[in-house]
């Protein structure tokens, strides 16, 4: 067992000590140190890293599915504010658009997003506010039919006041929500971000009307001190 100079054991202070401490520099916040901090100090983040997801989110989306099994091969996927395409990597892989595992059914990965973003092999991206008129048909058209899967990572920007950044990110998944109704296949799958907070009850009734079937998860990447969970609807009734 490893010691100090003076004789006293190290035992429990290794693991502790190899966290990265980020020293308050002239211009930075104190809440900000605290996210440099904690994103230098994340396993997941280290594992995008590593593994050439283009951020963490994209564990998400992996550990959803490894629990509601939507993204098969062969199935058609639309990704609604897809940048920065963490969430685009793991569906070409998981339908497999690029056509890589022989045998299988060939998917597609379509993604849209109010910003440029880098391509992603295998997905097709577009500059789209999905919120416009006609978009919908669009999406169908780029597509070449309906959807069988609409998934959003999307998040309104941050008032810095909880319970208005609730409502925002709620009436911004009903929004996809409906546009989900637009552009799915029957049987289809839905899955969005929201932030609990209690003004999500009126989507629930929505998406029971909508799917045979409605849960919500906080799969095990979403930090723990967010209030973040997944919604995932499944089997469209059209």
Known sequence: MAKTPDGKNTSGRGQRDLKVKVKSARGRTLSSTRWLQRQLNDPYVKRAQTEGYRGRAAFKILEVDEKF????????????????????????????????????????????????????????????????????????????????????????????????????????????????FDVLEEGGTFVAKVLAGGAEGDLQKLLKQKFTKVANVKPPSSRSDSSEKFVVATGFRG
């Open 69 to 180: 099994r939507f993204l098969v091969p062969g199935a058609r996927v639309v990704d609604l504010g897809c940048a920065p395409g963490g969430w685009l990597q793991v569906a070409v892989k998981r339908v497999n658009a690029l056509g890589e595992r022989s045998g299988k059914r060939i998917g597609t990965v379509l993604g849209i997003d109010l910003q440029e973003v880098e391509p992603v092999a295998g997905a097709e991206v577009h500059q789209l506010d999905f919120m416009d008129d006609g978009a919908d048909d669009q999406v169908k058209e780029w597509l070449g039919g309906k959807a069988d899967v609409v998934m959003s990572d999307m998040a309104a920007s941050s008032s810095g006041h909880k319970q208005t950044d609730h409502l925002r990110i709620i009436s911004l998944c009903e929004t996809a929500a409906y546009f989900a």
